[in-house]
Structure formats: structure tokens, C-alpha cells
């Protein structure tokens, strides 16, 4: 791709989706300071806050070596080497213990259900996609089952739910239909079902909804590696890059509505970046020498007829930002939320 086309694509993606959303700068960029005491995590969503809820027959790669390597030193159904992003929001930022998975809520005693439970799949979206139709609707049903009978409204009043969702319906976009014009369309109903979503866990007695940016999806090795490694893709980041400013739009409004801070955004975008940037300067941040390289490259975790690995493997993923294509090690999760707990999150 030569540099002019570099230029106009992103500018093409600003002026469609101008025409449908309108001014795409109407939300200010300010570093946000929040200060609440939640004693309980409430996870929805996908692959990045999935700590075990997707099931081995439905989704062998999680549960098969080499995942979950690092932490707990066997495949977990974390999407990783280890640690994933609910594990340190919990156990950093709020200060509990990573609050247990839905699926294993039967087997949990009091002391792990009150710090929470985790209700993400792995593979899931707003909407259905091509790997689940467990979406954010059916997680959100699982968790209002639950109040009354596991929880109570005082135990929701001091609470926090992390709402990780958007970039598998996205994927699964591109896959059945291509980039074109029509995925500012479909932009529009997932940031509508998103609002939807978010105004239903707060209705239901949440007190804190956080929903995390997009990270920047074209710098993730699926998408890097046409440029052998060296860099991201600047039309899928442009395309990001909107999509976030629309839900910077929605939780501004949202607060509006509330007239509090009930609603906020977690910057994955820009603490992926500043991490990928990180020269040594940023402390608790790692140096990638490679970041968007994954440690486990091919089919990581899976192997064919014969038993042969379809995957090469690094010998440090603590070396390495990404573990597959798509997900980050336990040490490039640790480095965005030493980052923004710098930056953006003071809870």
C-alpha cells in the first residue's frame, strides 16, 4: 500500500462515518480520575476477561497446552499464558480475589461468590458471531437470574461491572461481508446494542459500569504479520479510532442521564500503544522488542492427526507482548494495567 493510500483510506473512513454519527470530535480526550470502593466484579464479554466459563467441547485451544502455561501452570480456559485482564482489574485495582467463573458457580462456596462472578465467553459479541451466540443479552440474563437468590441489592450497590465486548462482532463482520461502506451501518446498531446493554446492568442495580476502548485491532499479529511484524495496520486502527470515539459519546451521555460518574471507559487503545512504544521509561511496563509478534505462533494449542505441533512457541513469553494472534501474555496485560493505573485509573 503506498503512502497516498495510506492518507486517503483513513480520511474516507472519517468523512462515511461522519455522515452517519456526525461530528466524531465532540468528546473531550481528558485522562479520567475515578475514585469508588467496589467490593465486587462483575465480568461480561469475551476472550480478553474469560477466565474459564468457555467449555473444552466447545473450544479445545484454551484448554490445551501451552495456554495457561505461565499461570496457574495448566490450561485454565483463559485465553493466555496466564493472567488476563479481569484478573488484574480484580486483584490490582480493586484489591479482590478474580471473582469465579459462571460455569463453575455450583462448586464455589460463599467466600469466591462474594467477590463477584465472571459471566464472559471467549469467541462472544453484542451479537451473535461466527464462534458463539452466548452474546452480551445472554450473559446479562445469566447475571439478573442470579439477583435475589445468590445476590441481594446491597451487594450489587457496591459493585463494578467490566463490560469488554465489540471487537469479535467486528471480525465477524469482515469475515461474512468484507470491508465495505456497510460496516458503518453495522457500527451503528453494536454501539446502540452496547448502550442497551450497559443501561440494562446499571437498571438491574450495578453501581459502576466500566466498559473498555477497543484496542487497536490492526496491531494485533493476525493483522501485523502482512507487514512481517513491523507494523499495525493504519486503516483497521482508523477504523477503531471512530468506532471508540462513539462510545466515548455514549458514556458521556449516559452520565449525563445519571448526573454521576456511573459510567466509564477504560483505555485499552491508547495504553496498548503506549506500551508497544515503551523504551524502558514507563516502570512495571516491559520492553517488547517485538511487540506485535505472539509468542505462540501458527494454531497455538493445537496439534494434528499425528500429535505434531501446529504452533511454534517462543521461550519467553514474558519477552512478548502478544501469546497468540490475538490475545495478549500475562505480561503484556500486567504492562497495560501498570500503564493505566498511571494514566487513567485510580480506584
Known sequence: MDSMTKLVVPLLLVFFSSLLFGDIN???????????????????GDSYVDTGNIKKQEAVVPWAFPYGNTYPGTPSGRFSDGRVSTDYLATKVLKIKTPIP????????????????????????????TSSNLNMTYQINLFEQLIGDVYSPSDLSSSLALVSVAGNDYLTYVSEHGVDLGIFIFMKRVIH????????????????????????????????????????????????????????????????????????VIDYYNAFLTVFKNKGEKPGSQRFETPYKACCGGLCGSVDKNGQKNYTLCDDPTSSFFWDGLHPTQEGWKSVYSVLNLTALSI
Request: proline share 3%; glycine share 8%.
Open 26 to 44: 465532540g468528546v473531550e480526550s481528558s485522562k479520567q480520575q475515578y475514585s469508588y470502593g467496589s467490593t465486587k466484579l462483575f465480568a461480561f
Open 102 to 129: 459462571y460455569q463453575w458457580k455450583d462448586h464455589a462456596g460463599h467466600e469466591r461468590l462474594q467477590y463477584g462472578m465472571n459471566f464472559a465467553v471467549g469467541g462472544t459479541g453484542v451479537f451473535k458471531t
Open 193 to 264: 446494542q452496547t448502550e442497551v446493554n450497559l443501561r440494562r446492568i446499571h437498571a438491574l442495580g450495578v453501581k459502576k459500569v466500566a466498559i473498555p476502548l477497543l484496542q487497536p485491532l490492526g496491531c494485533l499479529p493476525l493483522f501485523a504479520k502482512d507487514s512481517s511484524y513491523q507494523k499495525c495496520s493504519d486503516i483497521i486502527n482508523a477504523f477503531v479510532i471512530i468506532h471508540n470515539n462513539e462510545l466515548k459519546k455514549v458514556v458521556a451521555n449516559l452520565n449525563k442521564e445519571t448526573k454521576q460518574s456511573t459510567f466509564m
